[in-house]
């Protein structure tokens, strides 16, 4: 097929904001769609391969796997070469072990399964694992497999067959994705039959360009037109979405859309045609794979080894060291192992296979070790076993309960949740509602003595407006709470995100909540430890100050409402730290008072439920 500069200017486009995207820079809160241009512009350019071939009668898929061996392997395994001592060095065992899982997940072509049981693409965890960017590799590479087999079977049956076969895959995959974005939106995210349809529109359009004898039938001005809209597109998409947006579904046809246009009507001479040819943005794209490969570990290195989150311009000197980087694997590993003299086929393969087996045996082993523990000093262990004993009890009396809903403790089906719930002790006075923030008082109270009625579930927030996508069953914990019937006193906490925080948000807590006991206590946010516990740990388990910021913000937007008289505001700080605000150092006491950055262990929860009855500030509490 012809050469495109086009093609690899519109890579530039797409994997330079899906990199600011992972360094945090708000401004492109939508960059992951890069990765859905990547996924158009996989589908156009393989197909146009395979499609050409076979036209041909030469196509092979010995050939076509050796090509897919030549770009992808060898890149890949040198970053992960290059990760593993770092791992080594930085990483606690169980994020060591997650690692391991992650490098096998990897050479096998199934880390997108393997992310997707574990976790979602924007949970807090996320910033923290090294290869969770490969889920998309993953995606491609099972596409690479499966798509060359479809095309075979179908096109005995003919060209036009085939054609009606991409559509109907296209279809049905994004019904599918549409229904899992608003259903289990980590499947959808993380999954090949939810992704499938954005591969179709590549395919579709190099079956639409690889027509012979075509006429475009598009004047130039239209060209101009939908290929600049075409590149809007993809912008609007990249400004306008975040994590909170439904995704991929019907939402992710903004930047796929974008892509075909451009791919379809960017034709030699038009605006955009020029621009993506553009020597700096052909050059990014060509180092785009290996950008996309490097980038992710450094930000997460970066991330495990600084104690705060890394300065704004830590993060841009990372993003140009990920270039930096990328030309030099593209220079020296990818475009050496493209060259048939200097790597033969049986050469290509050989070493694919012992890459494979080498980097999975590392996987297995660093699984079934827990992270390599024998690497790490007694000192070190002995605090990551009072964490795990803390987790694995609050486990027992938050995450596995009865009373908290939790996609990943032992509900994982609201029908399941509401079928077997049952904390609503006869003659309890108080309800408890709210995400894991308020769960954790929850526990607090329970150790303490008080009955009350639990209603929570993680990621609730407090109104049902605000309900994200990827937490619809909050809405059920409404309706259970309608369903319950009068209580005298209701206790609201929430994590409260910094996005939400606002005089609208509390006003509308306030209205939502205010006729439903005759006494409401709203919890401020928790003081923010900002870290995972391995970076105490890593540091000898030394203590840092909490950040108060998502504090400051609450009482900001609280003095620009009118504050109910039945509605009282618990200030958590003054219930936390008592004795020191400013510090609040109390960590290891000997115990873990807290689990991460804004969770208590059992043993916490137990301090501030004694402390907050001693308080007063909820004088209507009634005990066993």
Not at 113 to 127: H, K, N, P, R, V
Not at 204 to 224: M, S
Not at 317 to 337: D, H, N
Request: one cysteine or more.
């Amino acid at each position: 097929m012809k050469y495109r500069p086009e093609i690899d200017g519109l890579r530039s486009i797409a994997v330079i904001p899906v990199i600011l995207f992972h360094a945090g820079f708000a401004p492109f809160a939508g960059g992951f769609v890069g990765v859905d241009v990547f996924f158009v512009i996989s589908g156009y350019l393989i197909t146009s391969i395979i499609l050409g071939e076979i036209e041909q009668g030469r196509f092979s898929l010995v050939n076509f796997y050796e090509r897919r061996a030549r770009r992808i392997l060898p890149a890949l395994f040198f970053v992960l070469l290059v990760s593993l001592p770092f791992s080594w060095a930085y990483l606690g065992p169980g994020d060591m072990r997650d690692f391991a899982q992650s490098v096998f997940g990897v050479v096998t072509f199934s880390s997108n399964i393997l992310f997707w049981l574990e976790s979602g693409y924007f949970d807090t965890a996320a910033e923290l694992k090294p290869l969770l960017h490969t889920w998309s590799l993953a995606v491609e590479e099972q596409f690479y497999i499966l798509f060359p087999l479809i095309l075979i079977a179908a096109w005995r049956f003919g060209r036009r067959f085939v054609i009606w076969t991409l559509v109907l895959i296209f279809v049905v995959s994004l019904v599918y994705s549409h229904w899992a974005a608003l259903n289990t939106p980590a499947a959808a995210f993380f999954l090949l039959p939810a992704r499938g349809w954005e591969l179709m529109i590549g395919a579709l359009a190099a079956f639409y360009l690889g027509r012979k004898n075509t006429d475009y039938g598009l004047p130039g001005a239209a060209n101009e037109a939908l290929s600049l809209i075409g590149l809007l597109l993809i912008a609007l998409a990249i400004a306008a979405y975040d994590e909170s947006t439904p995704f991929p579904g019907l939402y992710a046809l903004l930047p796929t859309a974008g892509t075909a246009l451009i791919i379809l009507c960017a034709r030699e001479g038009t605006l955009v045609s020029r621009f993506l040819s553009m020597r700096l943005l052909v050059g990014i794209g060509l180092l785009s794979y290996s950008a996309y490969l490097w980038h992710q570990p450094l930000f997460v290195f970066a991330r495990h080894r600084s104690l705060e989150e890394p300065s704004t311009l830590l993060m841009l000197g990372l993003c140009v060291f990920t270039f930096a980087l990328a030309y030099i694997s593209w220079r020296f590993v990818e475009t050496p192992f493209r060259q048939r003299q200097r790597f033969t086929r049986a050469r290509v393969f050989s070493q694919s296979v012992i890459g494979i087996v080498a980097f999975a045996a590392f996987g297995v082993a660093g699984d079934v070790s827990d992270g390599f523990r024998n690497r790490l000093s007694q000192d070190y262990l002995d605090r990551v076993a009072m964490l795990q004993v803390g987790q694995r009890a609050r486990n027992d009396a938050v995450r596995n309960g009865i009373c908290h809903f939790s996609e990943r403790g032992k509900h994982r089906q609201i029908g399941a949740f509401l079928a077997h719930w049952d904390c609503s002790p006869s003659g309890a006075t108080l309800l408890v509602f709210g995400d894991s923030h308020s769960a954790d008082k929850a526990v607090a109270l329970r150790e303490n003595g008080v009955e009350f009625v639990q209603v929570t579930g993680a990621g609730c927030q407090l109104v049902p407006s605000y309900v994200t996508n990827d937490r619809l069953y909050c809405h059920d914990l409404f309706e259970l709470v309608d369903n319950q019937g009068p209580v005298a006193t209701i206790t609201l906490a929430n994590e409260f995100p910094e996005r939400d925080i606002s005089a609208a948000y509390l006003a509308e807590i306030f209205a939502y909540w205010e006729n439903r006991a005759e006494q409401i206590y709203v919890f401020t946010p928790m003081p923010d430890f900002q870290l995972p516990f391995n970076q105490y740990l890593k540091f000898g388990g030394a203590s840092m100050p909490p950040s108060h910021h998502r504090m400051h913000l609450f009482h900001e937007a609280l003095d620009n409402v009118e504050i109910p008289d039945n509605v009282t505001i618990v200030e958590t700080r003054d219930i936390l730290c008592p004795d020191d605000l400013d510090t609040c150092h109390n960590v290891f006491n000997p115990a873990p008072l807290m689990l991460d950055d804004g969770h208590m262990s059992v043993a916490g929860a137990q301090q501030f439920g004694a402390r907050l009855i001693g308080s007063g500030k909820i004088p209507n509490l009634t005990f066993d």
